[in-house]
């Protein structure tokens, strides 16, 4: 898929992972409409890339209706989606004093997979309407999902839940679009150097990327960014989670 002239979506798109990819793929000539709740971060980065925003919740079906019907509308249609909205939560199963809270799992799940679902499922239909490239391609869509998929932590268990979700759909929504030329991916960061882990002292995020065997360092947002473009580029990536973590596998605690 050409990224040049393509009409791109990306759900949260203003800050973090999006925000990087939102840059790389304006950079790269696609027409870049950003999808966020934080309505000035995102039109502050649309006006410095030259884009679209569109104030809006992943896991409300208006909203992003809305933001794909923005993106859809260059010439060429919607092309390219990422979906790099997402909320973390630690809390284990059960304690002395009681249970998980049933409220804040149900919210992750709604959050991280059920809007991942639905950018994924409005994004790829509206790519239906596009006019096959020479590979019979009409599109892609990547989604995010976490290390924590595969090595959930203690305490991680809505997180993990959420992420390997969005892992476990992957293959299934790719096979449903194949006979469509539309290809669905998913990219699984480690340990990124984004506003989450900002918060934390320079000690204690240095530390976490000493224990990275290689590189031994925080990824970048614009290393996720990277692999966004090359999963665009590549026809032969589909229906697959890419791990983006320098060999990283999380210990328990």
């Not at 679209?52 to 509308?73: L, M």
């Not at 959930?152 to 790719?174: D, E, H, N, R």
């Not at 340990?191 to 290689?214: K, N």
Request: hydrophobic share 45%; glycine share 12%.
């Amino acid at each position: 898929m050409e990224v040049e002239g393509a009409g791109a979506l990306v759900a949260g798109g203003a800050s973090g992972l999006g925000a990087a990819t939102s840059r790389a793929l304006a950079e790269s000539g696609a027409k870049v409409t950003i999808a966020d709740l934080n309505a000035e971060r995102g039109e502050a980065l649309a006006v410095e890339i030259g884009g679209d925003f569109v104030a809006a919740n992943v896991t409300d079906a208006d909203g992003v209706a809305a933001a794909v019907e923005r993106a859809s509308a260059v010439e060429g249609g919607l092309r390219i989606s990422v979906c790099c909205a997402g909320i973390g939560w630690a809390e284990r199963l059960a304690r002395t004093r009681g249970p998980h809270d049933l409220e804040y799992f149900s919210n992750v799940v709604k959050v991280n997979l059920i809007g991942t679902f639905n950018v994924l499922r409005l994004a790829a239909a509206s790519m239906l309407a596009n006019e096959p490239n020479e590979e019979g391609e009409r599109g892609v869509c990547v989604n995010t999902a976490s290390v924590a998929a595969f090595d959930g932590q203690i305490g991680q268990v809505a997180y993990s839940a959420s992420k390997g979700g969005i892992v476990g759909m992957t293959l299934p929504a790719a096979r449903d679009m194949a006979s469509k030329g539309v290809r669905v991916m998913t990219i699984a960061p480690g340990l990124f150097d984004t506003p989450l882990l900002a918060a934390l002292p320079e000690a204690a995020r240095e530390s976490l990327g000493a224990g990275i065997p290689f590189p031994s360092r925080l990824g970048r947002p614009e290393e996720y960014a990277s692999m966004v473009g090359q999963i665009v580029v590549n026809p032969m990536l589909n229906g697959e989670t890419i791990r983006l973590d320098g060999a990283l596998r999380m210990p328990p605690k």
